[in-house]
């Protein structure tokens, strides 16, 4: 029976490898890149490290398959992935002299965390992840894994948290809206950012 606890740091290399079967648009992108790492070192590595606290993940008894990863208050995480994940993730990825691929573009999103910063931060500070491998899909744990993000913000005083969904993932887009998630009041048209109050019932 898969359940959900808090990370520890013994879990990471799974998480990586959940961040890369799930990197698609919710499918796997091994191999989509040179080196596996560079997607979970932008989407999973810098919330380990700087925000393990709102960290939690699926252990099914024999590993981890998946996890919800957060920032709290997403201008302190840019500001703390600049100076804290940004010189080793830059050793690792280097920026590319010039960008044509899109591994090249990648690794430029791994260089400019303002990116992160999204429209009404002040009612939506929060950001968060969400991946599950294909058999813990559909049974509640992505519901489950939200509402407990939701309490800890709730315990914390943050008022809201919001994410971006790729247009391709329809699967993640119709869990977010059957969820409450709703565009974001100052760009009401855009489906792909989407945010939710703390006090929501999920
Ligand atoms: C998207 C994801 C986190 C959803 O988690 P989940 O555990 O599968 O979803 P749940 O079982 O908690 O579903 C909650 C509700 O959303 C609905 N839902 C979930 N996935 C859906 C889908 N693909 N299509 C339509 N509805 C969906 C469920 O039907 C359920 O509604 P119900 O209460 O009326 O039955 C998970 O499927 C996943 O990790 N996908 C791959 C990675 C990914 O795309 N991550 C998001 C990146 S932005």
């Known amino acids: 029976m898969a359940q959900i606890r808090r990370y520890e740091p013994r879990d990471r290399d799974d998480v990586y490898d959940v961040c890369v079967k799930t990197g698609d648009s919710g499918t ?10 560079l997607l979970p070192d932008i989407y999973a590595g810098p919330y380990l490290a700087l925000q393990p606290d709102l960290a939690f993940v699926v252990d099914t008894g024999t590993r981890v398959a998946g996890y919800l990863l957060a920032a709290a208050d997403t ?4 500001r ?14 280097p920026s590319p002299v ?3 691929s899109a591994e090249d ?7 400019e965390p303002e990116r992160m910063i999204g429209p009404d931060q002040d009612r939506y500070p929060a950001h968060l992840h969400i991946d599950l491998l294909p058999e813990l ?9 939200i509402r407990m ?6 315990s914390r005083g ?11 993932n329809r699967g993640a887009r119709a869990f977010y809206r059957r969820l409450g998630f709703h565009p974001l009041p100052s760009s009401p048209q855009n489906e792909l950012v989407l945010g939710l109050e703390a006090d929501a019932e999920v």
């Not at 201008?75 to 840019?78: A, E, L, S």
């Not at 573009?105 to 260089?111: A, E, Q």
């Open 75 to 78: 201008r302190d995480f840019v």
């Open 80 to 93: 703390r992935y600049r100076a804290e994940w940004l010189p080793g993730f830059a050793a690792r990825h």
């Open 158 to 168: 943050i008022p809201g948290v919001q994410l971006g969904v790729g247009e391709q």
């Open 105 to 111: 573009r990648m690794v430029c999103t791994g260089h």
């Open 98 to 100: 010039r960008v044509e």
């Open 149 to 154: 993000l939701l309490a800890e913000l709730r």
């Open 28 to 37: 796997d992108a091994t191999g989509l890149f040179s080196d596996d790492t």
């Open 137 to 145: 899909q559909g049974q509640g744990l992505g519901r489950a894994l």
